[in-house]
C-alpha cells in the first residue's frame, strides 16, 4: 500500500521493522529449542546470545583485587574506576533523600570539564520614541548577553574499611560504598551551594511585612509564582509563630508545599540547621530566602564517580585495613543574583 502510495521512506522503515521482527523471532525460537534440548538431555544448541558479565560484581570484584585502572582527564591523571550505572543510580537517590539543596537549583549535566552558557540580560526598554516626518531616527539600544562560564573541579575523599568487609557479599559491598559516597557527595555539594548562596547581599527581615515587599516589590514579577520561601529549622520556627492582630497564625496549611505550610500562598521550605545553618557570628540570624533559586543558581554536574581502593597506601598495610577513595567533579554558578532575596532574621 505504501509502494501504491509512492511513500519510499515509509515503505523502507516498515521493511526494516519486519525484518528486525523476524530476526528477534529466530533468536527467540533458537533459545527456545536449544532449552527444550536441555530439558529432554539432549546436546544443547550454542546459544548466540552471549551473557554480559554483571557489572556490579565486576565492579566490586576490581574493588577486592585493589584495582587501579589509570584514568586521564584534563591535564591530571587518576587512577580509578566509574561506578556502574546501577551503583551510580542508588548514590543520586541516597544523595537526594536527605536534606538536599540541589533538589531547590538548577542541576545541569555536563560531559566536558569546561564551558559555558550564554544569557540575555534583563534591562528596561524604553520603547520608540516619536519621529517627526522627515526626522531622523535614533538609534536603540540591542539586546546585552553576558555569558556564564563553568569548569567542574574535583572533589575527593576517602575512608577505611576493614578487609573483612571485603570478603563480604557483593551487596554489603555495594551499600556500605554507596552511603559513603552518596551521604559525602550531598554535604559537599551543599556547601558548594551555600557558598554561592553566601554571596548576595543579605536584607533584614523584621516581620511579615518585609517578606511581603520582598515578594512584591523586590523580586520582579516574573519570579512571584514560581517563588519559594526556603529556611531552615529556626527561620521555620520564627515563620510558625507568626500572627496577626487578631491572635491568628499566619502559616496556612498546602497540600503542595514541602512542609505542609504557606504563607501568601508562597510554599515554604524547611531544611535542616545542619545543612542550612543560621549565622551566628553575631547573635542568632536565620536565613529566609525568598524567590527562584532553580533560576538563581545552576549546578554544572559532572555526573561521574570514581572509585579506587588500596590495601597498602599509608598505614593501610600495618593496620589490615583497605582504604576507598572517591573522587567526583562540578561546579555551582550564580546564574541569576535577582531571581532570590537572602533575609534574615534576627532571633538573639
Do not use: C
Not at 537517590?93 to 555536563?110: C, F, G, H, M, Y
Not at 559491598?173 to 553566601?198: A, M, P
Request: aromatic content about 6%; glycine content about 6%; charged content about 30%.
Amino acid at each position: 500500500k505504501l509502494l501504491a502510495e509512492n511513500k519510499i521512506e515509509e515503505a523502507k522503515k516498515l521493511k526494516e521493522e519486519i525484518v528486525a521482527l523476524q530476526e528477534k523471532f529466530d533468536i527467540a525460537k533458537e533459545l527456545y529449542e536449544e532449552e527444550k534440548a536441555q530439558i529432554e538431555n539432549k546436546e544443547p544448541l550454542k546459544s548466540i546470545v552471549q551473557v554480559k558479565e554483571n557489572e556490579i560484581e565486576a565492579f566490586v570484584n576490581h574493588i577486592r583485587t585493589k584495582f587501579r585502572n589509570v584514568m586521564s582527564e584534563g591535564s591530571g591523571t587518576d587512577g580509578g574506576y566509574t561506578v556502574p550505572q546501577d551503583i551510580q543510580t542508588k548514590i543520586n537517590e541516597l544523595r537526594q533523600s536527605k536534606d538536599a539543596l540541589q533538589n531547590l537549583i538548577t542541576v545541569e549535566p555536563v560531559t566536558t570539564l569546561s564551558g559555558s552558557r550564554v544569557f540575555k540580560k534583563r534591562s528596561q526598554q524604553t520603547g520608540f520614541v516619536e519621529v517627526p516626518e522627515g526626522g531622523v531616527i535614533t538609534e536603540k539600544a540591542t539586546p546585552q548577553f553576558t555569558v556564564l562560564t563553568y569548569n567542574v573541579k574535583k572533589y575527593a575523599g576517602f575512608f577505611r574499611v576493614t578487609n573483612e568487609l571485603l570478603k563480604d557479599s557483593t551487596e554489603a559491598i555495594v551499600n556500605t560504598l554507596t552511603r559513603w559516597i552518596g551521604d559525602e557527595s550531598r554535604v559537599t555539594r551543599n556547601k558548594l551551594i551555600l557558598s554561592i548562596l553566601g554571596t548576595k547581599a543579605k536584607t533584614a527581615i523584621a516581620g511579615a511585612d518585609d517578606i511581603k515587599v520582598a515578594l512584591n516589590v523586590q523580586l520582579d514579577p516574573v519570579f512571584r509564582y514560581t517563588s519559594s520561601i526556603i529556611t531552615n529549622q529556626d527561620g521555620f520556627n520564627w515563620l510558625d509563630t507568626l500572627k496577626d492582630a487578631e491572635g491568628r497564625y499566619l502559616l496556612q496549611p498546602s497540600v503542595s508545599s514541602p512542609t505542609g505550610k504557606q504563607l501568601f500562598g508562597v510554599p515554604i521550605v524547611m531544611v535542616s540547621n545542619k545543612d542550612l545553618p543560621s549565622d551566628t557570628t553575631s547573635g542568632t540570624k536565620a536565613p529566609i530566602i525568598i524567590g527562584d533559586l532553580k533560576e538563581g543558581i545552576v549546578m554544572f554536574d559532572r555526573q561521574e564517580v570514581e572509585v579506587m581502593s588500596s590495601n597498602v597506601a599509608m598505614d593501610a598495610f600495618q593496620t589490615d585495613v583497605t582504604l576507598w577513595r572517591a573522587i567526583e567533579r562540578e561546579d555551582v554558578k550564580m546564574r541569576d543574583d535577582e531571581a532570590f532575596i537572602f533575609g534574615q532574621v534576627t532571633l538573639s
